[in-house]
């Protein structure tokens, strides 16, 4: 899990979006959900929660006997149920959930919305002596991608970290990106090739199971 719980949440979330089901289990805000649509079938967990319908056509009358505070979804047949939900005093927010750049938004707004709060993880690129990415890097993308924020965003680009400087920064958690290169050394061209090679080698797999993971051991078995 990549966020922590900062304040008990008072919403209530029927989930028609199986996209959205399935990040608000990630999250661990799964006590938000009091229902989903019956394509939401992951986590086998969602399945206990009550069915409202389909995915783009829910009953709005199985969706009030939940009594939630939004309704999530991504596509609706009928745009009209939204403004009957509306006038109900229940909100709807829609996720598209149909090209990858969509779910980081989507899943920064979840966590919102539940108040959760990403944890701050430092990325490390080389471990001695520690240098580490601040933001506007590669790592930094991966680090939002995956529902983390960057615990070093103070600063742009690769930069060396010391010991009393990490402590001031107090990081939940490092991710090793190092894999045994030291990106500072390289020219600005072929430090640039080496990171786009590594985009593509670590989201062959991100596309179709883009999680949240707390160290770089979870994200090379997700990855591939």
Avoid at 67 to 73: D, F, M, R, Y
Avoid at 166 to 195: C, H, Q, W
Wanted: hydrophobic share 40%; net charge neutral; with cysteine.
């Amino acid at each position: 899990m990549t966020a922590t719980v900062i304040f008990a949440a008072a919403v209530r979330l029927v989930s028609c979006a199986p996209a959205a089901t399935e990040t608000i289990y990630d999250l661990g805000a799964e006590d938000c959900l009091v229902g989903r649509s019956s394509a939401c079938l992951y986590p086998a967990a969602a399945t206990n929660l009550p069915s409202v319908g389909g995915y783009s056509a829910p009953s709005i009358e199985r969706i009030v006997a939940c009594a939630p505070t939004h309704v999530l979804v991504s596509y609706l047949a009928d745009p009209s149920l939204s403004n009957r939900l509306e006038r109900l005093g229940i909100s709807v927010l829609q996720f598209p959930c149909e090209r990858l750049k969509d779910y980081a938004p989507m899943r920064a707004r979840l966590a919102e919305l539940c108040g959760m709060r990403p944890k701050r993880m430092l990325a490390v690129v080389q471990k001695e002596p520690l240098i580490v990415a601040g933001r506007d890097t590669l790592p930094d993308d991966i680090l939002a991608e995956v529902g983390c924020a960057n615990a070093a965003a103070n600063r742009t680009g690769y930069f060396v970290l010391s010991p009393e400087a990490r402590v001031k920064l107090a990081p939940e958690g490092e991710v090793d990106f190092s894999m045994n290169y030291d990106l500072t050394r390289l020219g600005p061209n072929l430090r640039g090739e080496i990171e786009m090679l590594r985009a593509r080698i670590k989201d062959l797999k991100a596309t179709n199971d883009l999680k949240a993971h707390n160290d770089l051991n979870d994200l090379k078995d997700l990855k591939g």
